[in-house]
C-alpha cells in the first residue's frame, strides 16, 4: 500500500529565505506526481505536476524534483514571501488514483 | 471556466438523515474522484470514476455511494449519516486517470 509522508509537518522561516519541502513514498511504481497549495478553509491549487519520465518541473520561483528509485520528491521554493504562508502538499499517482501525504504548513514571517 | 463546481458549500445534518453532495466539471474530464479531508489524516479517497460508467471504491468508501450520471457530474450519498462523517470534502477530476488534478472549493459538511 502506497504511503505518502511530508516533512517537516510545519516550518516558520524569515521573508526572504530560501527553503526546501519534502514528500517521500514507499511504492517507487508511481506514474506522476504533484504538489499542491491550500490556503486556510479553501480548496487545493495544483502547482506543478511531474511526470514519471521526467525529474523536475519549475514554475517561476518553484521547482520540483523527482527521484522516483529513492522514492522522493523535493518542492523548493526561492525567495520566500508572506504570500507564500500555506499548506503544500504532495500526492502520488499509483493506478487510478492520487494518494496523499499530510501535508507542510508553511509561515513565512515578514 | 468555472473548473469544478461542489453544492452545497455548507450543511448540517442530524444523525441519520441523508443528502447528496453535488459535483459538476466543465473541462470535458474523463476521471472524477471524491475525496474526504479530516485534520491531521490529511486528504483521503472515498470513491473515483476512472471514466463514464464506472466506479471503484477507494480508501475510505464505507457510508458513501456515487453516481456518475453522465461525463460532467460525479455525485456522493450519504445515506444514514453519522458523526463520523463530518468532514470537508472535495471533488476533484483530471483529464486522465494520471493526470494532472482540479479541485473544487470543497463541500463543509458537519453531522450532529
Known amino acids: 500500500k502506497q504511503e505518502v509522508t511530508q516533512i517537516p509537518a510545519a516550518l516558520s522561516v524569515p521573508e526572504g529565505e530560501n527553503l526546501v519541502l519534502n514528500c517521500s513514498f514507499t511504492?517507487?511504481?508511481?506514474?506522476?506526481l504533484q504538489w499542491f497549495r491550500q490556503d486556510p478553509g479553501k480548496g487545493l491549487t495544483s502547482l506543478l505536476l511531474?511526470?514519471?519520465?521526467?525529474r523536475e518541473q519549475t514554475s517561476g520561483r518553484l521547482n520540483a524534483s523527482l527521484d522516483k528509485s529513492s522514492g522522493r520528491s523535493t518542492l523548493y521554493i526561492a525567495a520566500s514571501q508572506p504570500g507564500d504562508s500555506a499548506t503544500y502538499l504532495c500526492?502520488?499517482?499509483?493506478?487510478?488514483?492520487?494518494?496523499f501525504g499530510t501535508g507542510t504548513r508553511l509561515k513565512v514571517l515578514a | 471556466n468555472a473548473g469544478v463546481t461542489q453544492t452545497p458549500k455548507f450543511q448540517v445534518l442530524k444523525t441519520g438523515q441523508s443528502m447528496t453532495l453535488q459535483c459538476a466539471q466543465d473541462?470535458?474530464?474523463?476521471?472524477m474522484y471524491w475525496y474526504r479531508q479530516d485534520p491531521g489524516m490529511g486528504l483521503r479517497l472515498i470513491y473515483y470514476?476512472?471514466?463514464?460508467?464506472?466506479?471503484d471504491k477507494g480508501e475510505v468508501p464505507n457510508g458513501y455511494n456515487v453516481s456518475r450520471l453522465n461525463k460532467r457530474e460525479f455525485s456522493l450519498r450519504l445515506e444514514s449519516a453519522a458523526p463520523s462523517q463530518t468532514s470537508v470534502y472535495f471533488c476533484?477530476?483530471?483529464?486522465?486517470?494520471?493526470?494532472?488534478?482540479?479541485f473544487g472549493e470543497g463541500s463543509r459538511l458537519t453531522v450532529l
Open positions: 476533484a477530476s483530471s483529464s486522465v486517470s494520471a493526470g494532472e488534478l482540479f
Open positions: 511504492d517507487s511504481a508511481i506514474y506522476n
Open positions: 511531474i511526470q514519471s519520465s521526467q
Open positions: 500526492a502520488v499517482d499509483g493506478t487510478y488514483k492520487y494518494i
Open positions: 473541462m470535458n474530464h474523463n476521471s
Open positions: 470514476s476512472a471514466s463514464e460508467g464506472t466506479t
